[in-house]
T-cell receptor, first 114, second 112 residues
Framework: GAVVSQHPSRVICKSGTSVKIECRSL??????MFWYRQFPKQSLMLMAT?????????EQGVEKDKFLINHASLTLSTLTVTSAHPEDSSFYIC??????????FGSGTRLTVV | SQQGEEDPQALSIQEGENATMNCSYK?????LQWYRQNSGRGLVHLIL?????REKHSGRLRVTLDTSKKSSSLLITASRAADTASYFC????????????FGTGTRLQVTL
């Protein structure tokens, strides 16, 4: 079956630094990748949609300069949280979709900004 | 927001009992999917039901869809402690390329 690897699973960083999260489709080509944010005991909120080789489409209210998304290849998308603040602490989940492949989710990244 | 509502928000049952979760949504959809999330983990796809389907089964799971009421239900029969997790419905909207919109989720606790 389709597998999506998300790395790291946990990261702690200092305020003001940047953190990069990777999302890889291991056995299929992901034409579209999605990045979600989830607060404790809440649902997933879509942050942005990225198609390989083009700019990401951000949801309303999501700062594109703060959450940089790159989808440079059909198997890799990255989310960089720039100048992180404690309020950016959250659980970030990616999802990948390809031709003949439905939505496959990564295992998530717990970001803590101190 | 297009986000759907799920109820109950939390459900606690004993092993062997059935668990029913409901999902309501706001707009026309192409399909509705149910996902499971263990605490602090990613999502696992459980079942997809298309807008022209009314009921679907997969093992101990039974999903219904009523497009006239814009609602769906997930029934887990003969629950097990390992079913303890959060369950989310997600809708694929008509006319939207491919993004999913998630419901608020139901936290299920199955005790021995």
């Amino acid at each position: 079956g389709a597998v999506v690897s998300q790395h790291p699973s946990r990261v702690i960083c200092k305020s003001g630094t940047s953190v990069k999260i990777e999302c890889r489709s291991l056995d299929f080509q992901a034409t579209t990748m999605f990045w979600y944010r989830q607060f404790p005991k809440q649902s997933l909120m879509l942050m942005a949609t990225s198609n390989e080789g083009s700019k990401a489409t951000y949801e309303q209210g999501v700062e594109k300069d703060k959450f940089l998304i790159n989808h440079a290849s059909l198997t890799l998308s990255t989310l960089t949280v720039t100048s992180a603040h404690p309020e950016d602490s959250s659980f970030y989940i990616c999802s990948a979709r390809g031709i003949n492949y439905g939505y496959t989710f990564g295992s998530g990244t717990r970001l803590t900004v101190v | 927001s297009q986000q759907g509502e799920e109820d109950p928000q939390a459900l606690s049952i004993q092993e062997g009992e059935n668990a029913t979760m409901n999902c309501s949504y706001k707009t026309s959809i192409n399909n509705l999917q149910w996902y499971r999330q263990n605490s602090g983990r990613g999502l696992v796809h459980l079942i997809l039901i298309r807008s022209n389907e009314r009921e679907k089964h997969s093992g101990r799971l039974r999903v219904t869809l009523d497009t006239s009421k814009k609602s769906s239900s997930l029934l887990i029969t003969a629950s097990r402690a390992a079913d303890t997790a959060s369950y989310f419905c997600a809708t694929g909207l008509t006319g939207t390329a491919s993004k999913l919109t998630f419901g608020t989720g139901t936290r299920l606790q199955v005790t021995l």
